[in-house]
């Protein structure tokens, strides 16, 4: 991700530059296609606010993919010779090569990556290279781009959210008998295990998982030949353009295809959840560091210090993961409110589309690696997670679950646990365990000598057995079907 001082280096590289301004406001090769209704070029001020090169030259791979399609269908269907076609396919080839090996380098006085692609597509090849752009507009042209560009880094996203969740898995099946109480209302509830927990974060990311599968699904047709808005008298054949570029389909509406910026607010709205998801998961961390907690120990590769204070070892990159979720959902909003009141079909403000999808993006993607990673270097105190289910009568739920099965109706045997607790309080003891079974027997004649043997933390919690609870078989099924999903759908090698 490019720090916004980079970008600004960049913007100011290109405008400190007399000659490549000049080349980009004058030259015919790199002017904007529009340039010729207007007698007076732009203001280099003017070019400087329009331009969105710094933001969407990322996408500079996907604009010669889809390039290429275009040229091969405009060639097939006679409306450039096959001569010109071939050397614009070629061109365009010989630029991504360039490209990636870092030869060329990006002028950031073009107007965008896709100008900046075909001027320098027809300083190569010469006129052919101006008849790239036949059949096509900027706006089905940036549409195509961004659903190409998700389709290529989505999945490296959805691999690390199945990464964390396998590191999740892994520490589950070393702790799946680690007691570690359960809150509601950050009060003891009830007795659990660490592996009980962790899974419940795998819960949250596979469900993260299949949202974003379910927003890929919806970007997987080709708006390419849909034009600035009323598709072309030419003959272009949109079918051929989106089976060779992987697409299963063409988007049906051509006005509705360059204005649409659903994917980008659905994937917004995806990560926005997704860190929302990570927060909690660090506010937790945070607060099982404390030395009140002591639950984890963090590495030190992942904590800092003190300027002040030399003793302090702080969780501040869970706290930076947590702190940047208003940065994402900033960006949500920033797209709903872009998007609000637009009319039909193009406006210029869905230029402003890319920089908070890609933000959100980028911070997320960040954020799931530093938290893997902090997760799977911490250690984890197991005689202070045991430790947290004594006390605050977190069995009391386990008394009327045992009078239950004597046969008391639930609503009474909650009155009877009750009671217990009150008379525990009373004796100013901290645990009900440490009532005499004559005491148990004042709040109901059903309780027994048995009843000891069942209101352990250990026996709580191995008592909870049922598909989705705490008990380590349960936990082990769990961590099954987890580690089964994420060898199912991780991409190897991607």
Known sequence: METKQTVEKKKHDALSNNTLKHDA??????????????????DANAVDFETSIYVDERMALDDIKGSIAHASM???QGIITRKESDSIVKGLHSIEKDLLS??????????????????????????????????RSRNDQIALDERLYLLRVIPSVQNDILTLIETLCSIASEHRSSLLTGYTHMQHAQPGTLAQHLLAWCAMLRRDWLRI??????????????????????PLKRETVAKQLGFTGITENSLDSVSDRDYCIEFTSDFA????????????VVLWSTTEFGFIDLSEKWSTGSSIMPQKKNPDFAELIRGRTGKVYGDLINLLTMVKGLPLAYDRDLQEDKAPLFEALDTVQANLKVFESMIKTARWNKERMAFSC??????????????????????????VAAKAVRKALDAG??????????????????????????????ACMENRNIQGGPAPSATLVQIRFFTKFCTKNKIVNE
Not at 104 to 130: P, Q, V
Not at 390 to 415: C, M, Q, S, W
Not at 429 to 458: A, G, R, W
């Open 25 to 42: 406001l004058t030259d015919d090769n790199h002017k904007a296609l529009w340039s010729g209704r207007f007698k007076e070029g732009p």
């Open 429 to 458: 003891l901290t645990k009900l365990e440490d009532l005499c079974v004559e005491e148990f027997q004042q709040c109901s004649e059903l309780i027994d000598e048995d009843i000891y043997d069942l209101i352990t933390p250990k």
């Open 74 to 76: 405009l060639g097939e």
């Open 273 to 284: 959840i997704l860190q929302s998801h990570l927060s909690r998961m660090c506010e937790e």
């Open 390 to 415: 004594e006390g605050g009568f977190a069995n009391a739920t386990d008394i009327a679950e045992y009078l239950v099965r004597k046969g008391l109706p639930f609503r009474t045997a909650h009155g």
């Open 213 to 234: 599968e379910d927003s890929l699904s919806r970007i997987k047709d080709s708006p390419l030949g849909c034009g600035a808005l009323q598709t072309s008298t030419l």
């Open 102 to 135: 870092g030869s060329l380098a990006i002028d950031y006085s073009a107007e965008d990556i896709h100008s900046f692609i075909e001027a320098e597509l027809t300083d190569r090849i010469g006129e052919a290279g101006k008849k790239l752009h036949t059949g």
